[in-house]
Nanobody, 126 residues
Framework: VQHLVESGGGSVQAGGSLRLSCTSS????????VAWFRQAPGTEREGVAA???????TYAGAVKGRFTISRDNAKKTLSLQMNNLKPEDTATYYC????????????????????WGQGTQVTVSS
């Protein structure tokens, strides 16, 4: 059973923006390290952005300066703001989470996250 739900995907032209959200009806995401991963057809899954329990963030080089991961602690949700989208950003985007204590760090290592959503499709046309 998947307890994470992604939303906000869609189709945009290059240069456009999308905002993805990750929510859970089971987990208090304020207590979790959370990351976004993506996978395009025929490619390996790659880490995009991560936010640790206390707020430090990690970004893949390909998205640094364009994507921002953030928490809304009041709503217990995670967001990924994606600006200046490029065709190479086209992929299915997944939210992943692992409960972690204060100071916990997971980064962009996918194997460290036991809980995953079903993904949301992002398509960027040139």
């Amino acid at each position: 059973v998947q307890h994470l739900v992604e939303s906000g995907g869609g189709s945009v032209q290059a240069g456009g923006s999308l905002r993805l959200s990750c929510t859970s009806s089971k987990f208090n995401l304020n207590l979790y390290c959370v990351a976004w991963f993506r996978q395009a057809p025929g490619t390996e899954r790659e880490g995009v952005a991560a936010i640790d329990r206390d707020g430090p963030t990690t970004y893949a080089g390909a998205v640094k300066g364009r994507f921002t991961i953030s928490r809304d602690n009041a709503k217990k949700t995670l967001s990924l703001q994606m600006n200046n989208l490029k065709p190479e950003d086209t992929a299915t985007y997944y939210c992943a989470a692992d409960i972690c204590g204060r100071g916990g760090v997971r980064g962009l290592s996918g194997h460290l996250y036991p809980d995953w959503g079903q993904g949301t499709q992002v398509t960027v046309s040139s």
